[in-house]
């Protein structure tokens, strides 16, 4: 199967939001938690509204997350309409975390270079075994790497970072992309539009979206 440069596109997809996600295709009004109490048809709807993403955005309130008795009921009804259901999770491992966790069966755990992230990320795929999502995948993000550099340098005696294999050794959890820093990547997500394709950040999660799909891509930045 060939995917376009664009290949985090050629699935169909519904994304459940905990933590704010690009507007895309029009969901079901109120929400996750609304549309449980809805029939398939409201699944299907959104599916035929925005063949390609529909999003569910965040909840404008803590207190509004969507429980997960919610989320196991809700996943497995989207399932039957869409190729990905993507659950993104906020940062930390809170109720939103578990919510998301509760009805996955697979997990990126999204983690930057420096030793911080990496030991979160190292907590997460703990927490992610004994939830029962034992299929994860690392995604280093806004990797720069002369400031990888500088954090590396002279510091392996102290549990410093001697390169990229470190951070994957030290996270527990196989790599399946690199995501370079993008300025402009991130300036047009700011705004709202779709990045260029070309876009060096872009060209990295087309690469792990072929990945996920089972394509062999290399890895490389």
Known sequence: MNFPNNAWYSTVVCAVTFAGLMG??????????????L????????AQDSPTLVDWPAPAS?????PERVMLRLVPLLKRYFDRVILDSPAGVGRGFR???????????VCNSDPVCIRDA????????ELEVPQQRL?????????FGSLSAGREDAGGLRDLDDV????????????????????????GCVPADDLPGMTALS?????????????SL
Not at 99 to 109: E, G
Not at 139 to 147: G, K, T
């Open 207 to 219: 690469r792990i979206a072929a990945r996920m799909n089972g394509v062999s891509v290399p890895l």
């Open 99 to 109: 919510a998301a966790a509760a009805a996955a069966d697979c997990a990126l755990i």
């Open 62 to 66: 803590g207190e509004d997350l969507v």
């Open 168 to 191: 994957i050794d030290q996270s527990g959890v196989r790599l399946i992309g690199i995501v370079p820093e993008d300025r402009q990547m991130t300036a047009a997500f700011q705004r």
């Open 39 to 46: 029939d398939a048809s409201a699944a299907e709807t959104a």
């Open 122 to 129: 190292s907590i997460v795929r703990r927490l992610l075994t």
């Open 24 to 37: 895309c295709g029009k969901a079901p009004d109120g929400g996750p938690t609304d549309a449980i109490q």
């Open 139 to 147: 995604v280093i993000n806004r990797f720069n790497a002369e400031y």
